[in-house]
């Protein structure tokens, strides 16, 4: 019998329930300790078929009354996410959580970002917050202080007042998460730029060099609010200004949809003109 012929659109719609839920709860372990808690489950499932395949009995034996119980084990490792689930489901907000594609998520980490920078810039408290887009910075990541906390304006400012001991490093944001604060980061190497800017700007044009990132630069100096991206620096006027830009950026946002009129103010300025 041929399977293409019997292969119903119930079986195709099937499927793609099964790959969207699949794909919504890898995303809710994603960057949290179930993470790892599932992906030792997976090891022991390895384990035990590796055990039936070479015959040995007294490991499987050993598997098969693990197994006897993983519902328990499995609600007892997973209590968390289960009842945040349930909460979910009982507040009606599933079928949003389902097929959110973190647009949204992302879209509000944006705007934190850009009140955060606008707040510091006032008070001229140097900082510097990289955005990830596609290249993954866990490399570096692991050289600051791990976090995972959500964005919000109050927690940037906090990390970058004089008196904390991070202020002086980078904060990487994946998503809508502070992954990681008090980071080092690659120096640009690059001869063209000029030598009034400092480290903090070296940083920020660097790590736009080695990866697709984004980097929010406040100059402690001036205040200045000024973007890396793709290792060129572009000033920034306003709060208004860097939350567009970075909509275009890191959202995807159509440049004349995201704001036509503030355009002219993503002109690249030249090293000359900048003080550090």
Request: contains cysteine.
């Amino acid at each position: 019998m041929n399977v293409v012929s019997v292969f119903r659109w119930k079986d195709a719609l099937d499927v793609l329930i099964v790959a969207v839920v699949v794909y919504r709860i890898l995303v809710m372990m994603k960057g949290t300790r179930s993470a790892q808690m599932a992906i030792g489950l997976v090891a022991l499932l390895a384990a035990a078929f590796a055990a039936s395949s070479l015959d040995l009995y007294s490991t499987q034996w050993l598997f098969d009354h693990v197994w006897s119980f993983w519902v328990v084990v499995v609600v007892v490792l997973f209590q968390p996410e289960l009842r945040r689930a349930l909460s979910r489901i009982g507040q009606g907000r599933w079928l949003g959580t389902v097929f959110d594609s973190g647009a949204a998520r992302r879209g509000r980490a944006v705007e934190e970002v850009a009140r955060a920078a606008a707040r510091l810039a006032e008070r001229q408290a140097g900082a510097l917050i990289i955005v990830e887009r596609t290249s993954g910075l866990r490399q570096y990541a692991e050289l600051g202080v791990a976090l995972d906390a959500l964005v919000s304006a109050d927690l940037l400012e906090s990390l970058f007042v004089f008196a904390s001991p991070l202020h002086d490093g980078a904060v990487l944001v994946q998503g809508d998460r502070v992954v990681a604060a008090g980071c080092f980061l690659p120096l640009s190497r690059s001869t063209s730029v000029s030598r009034a800017f400092g480290t903090r700007h070296r940083a920020a044009l660097g790590i736009s060099e080695e990866s697709d990132a984004v980097a929010v630069v406040v100059s402690e100096e001036t205040g200045r609010l000024s973007l890396a991206v793709d290792g060129r620096l572009e000033p920034m006027l306003d709060e208004a200004a860097l939350a567009t830009r970075l909509g275009v950026l890191v959202e995807g946002r159509t440049p004349g949809r995201a704001s036509a009129v503030r355009g002219s103010r993503w002109r690249l300025l030249a090293p000359s003109q900048w003080i550090r």
